[in-house]
């Protein structure tokens, strides 16, 4: 159990099964057209799960996110926080505005939909200042970033390193959470939800 981020193929955001995405997908296809905008219809099939192919992205929120918030809040305005950490829908196109749908998701019941490249551009600001290590999991297939930091070399890492994020290894995680949710979002084309 537990809060999980998650990448979602065709079949979960198109279906109706009582888990599905469906009715996040039509609502957010209605509130697109509102805007002028085409509808979003290119979410990739599923795929094989393959360690280290970066096809798909799952990741659990285990560590407090005390410190993570509060660098959001010494860093971002209050609206760019709402947008990095407010979201239960991430898609791979941008947003000028979050859009807010009337249907319930795993911890609301409300759904806010934002574009992966206003989230990613925020994760970045906040990697540059905690100065995130080259050697964090680029592709988090399976846990991989959870792992890593819970139970992998960052404690190692960190040890012989002096860099802001070395000294907060929580807030660091979620730095770099929100910020491969993002780049993974748009390079496979593909919703991020919580789950």
Not at 38 to 59: A, L
Not at 126 to 142: F, R
Request: proline share 7%; with cysteine; charged share 25%.
């Amino acid at each position: 159990m537990g809060v999980y981020l998650v990448s979602v193929d065709a079949e979960e955001w198109f279906g109706e099964e009582e888990d599905g995405w469906g009715g996040v997908a039509s609502g957010l296809n209605e509130e697109l057209a509102k805007r002028g905008f085409p509808p979003y219809t290119s979410v990739p099939e599923e795929t094989d799960f393959v360690r280290g192919s970066g096809q798909q992205f799952e990741e659990k929120l285990v560590p407090p996110m005390d410190g993570f918030l509060e660098l959001c809040r010494a860093r971002l305005s209050r609206e760019e926080t709402e947008v990095l950490c407010g979201w239960s829908v991430l898609v791979p196109f941008s947003l000028d505005e979050e859009i807010w749908l009337p249907v319930e998701s795993s911890y609301s019941d409300t759904t806010m939909v934002a574009g992966a490249p206003q989230v990613l551009a925020l994760a970045e600001r906040l990697a540059e200042v905690v100065e995130l290590p080259a050697e964090i999991p680029e592709m988090c297939d399976n846990l991989d970033l959870t792992m890593w930091f819970l139970d992998g070399p960052a404690e190692e890492v960190a040890a012989s390193r002096s860099e802001p994020w070395s000294e907060d290894l929580h807030t660091a995680f979620y730095v770099a959470l929100y910020l491969r949710a993002a780049q993974h979002s748009l390079r496979r084309g593909c919703p991020v939800v919580f789950s």
